[in-house]
């Protein structure tokens, strides 16, 4: 059977409860064309504070955004008033939770909503999907248990308790609809830390929980369905800047996820974006086209 189809029909669910809606100020007319009617091109991008720790963060982080192509945007670590600025910079309609997630889109949002679980956890619905900007728990980061510390697996579990609790309360305030979920899970995938490529991964498999929680809910991963080989296309996004921690080497890791699930949705082309000289985040983004 091909499996895609088998894929949309499983998770085809029906339509979330109604949102209210979030504080929101019309934008100026988008300078960018409409996106083409059956597709959405989707960012996650965590703006490093805001795009407050390099010279003029808010116009380079629209700039990317721009020259990315995206339609809808997740961002993570708002910094004062950062999401109004970067969506006023593109002419584009934003969510204002006051937090440190919010989204922005080029295209006018159907519907809104907002919840404290996951962390914090912001939605709108665009084209009939509902699009999820997360930003799971920093503290306890996995890697540096396996690589730093050298910890058993019953440890490195135990200490991402907290994440695998927060992608549980996403996804059951997602529901069974249709959904795209973008953002900063501070994990790795257990798609990633495999037997394949233990030699990067300081020689450990590791089913990471959060990311666990997702799949086993018949969330495909965007990123790892398009570019399947874990060790020849690991997308770390994590850290074009840190590379050295207290003298050691930071672990480099894919830890930007855009998840999806439901309906006619197919990721068609996913990868990492940004690096290099201006770059204003201390990650890499990640851009996923889908088919609707």
Known sequence: ???????????????????????????????????????????????????????????????????????VVSLQEYSGSSTRQIADKLGWYATDTGTDVDIISRLPFEGTDWTTGGGGTVAVKI?????????LDYTKYGPYNACFDNDSYETIYADEANRKKQAQEIL???????????????TPSHLDWTADTKAAHCASVVQWPATKVFADAGYWDSYREVNPDEAARPGNTWSP????????????????????????????????????????SDHLAVVTTFNL
Not at 19 to 29: D, E, H, I, S, V
Not at 127 to 135: N, V
Not at 174 to 186: Q, T, V
Not at 246 to 269: C, H, K, M, V, W
């Open 172 to 186: 059951s305030w997602a529901g069974s609809s249709p959904a795209i979920i973008a953002g900063d899970f501070n």
């Open 127 to 135: 084209k009939g999907i509902w699009i999820y900007s997360a930003h």
């Open 1 to 71: 059977m091909d499996m895609k189809l088998f894929r949309r029909a499983a998770c085809a669910g029906t339509a979330l409860a109604a949102a209210f809606t979030l504080g929101l100020a019309a934008p100026a007319p988008a300078a960018a064309p409409a996106p083409a009617a059956g597709t959405l091109t989707v960012m996650s991008f965590n703006t490093w504070h805001g795009g407050t720790q390099v010279p003029d963060g808010t116009n380079k982080t629209a700039n990317e955004i721009t020259k990315a192509g995206a339609d």
């Open 241 to 280: 800047v840190v590379k050295t921690n207290e003298g050691r080497p930071e672990p480099q890791d894919r830890i930007d996820f855009i998840l999806y699930r439901g309906g006619s949705l197919d990721a068609t082309n996913s990868r990492t974006w940004g690096g290099g000289s201006g770059w204003p």
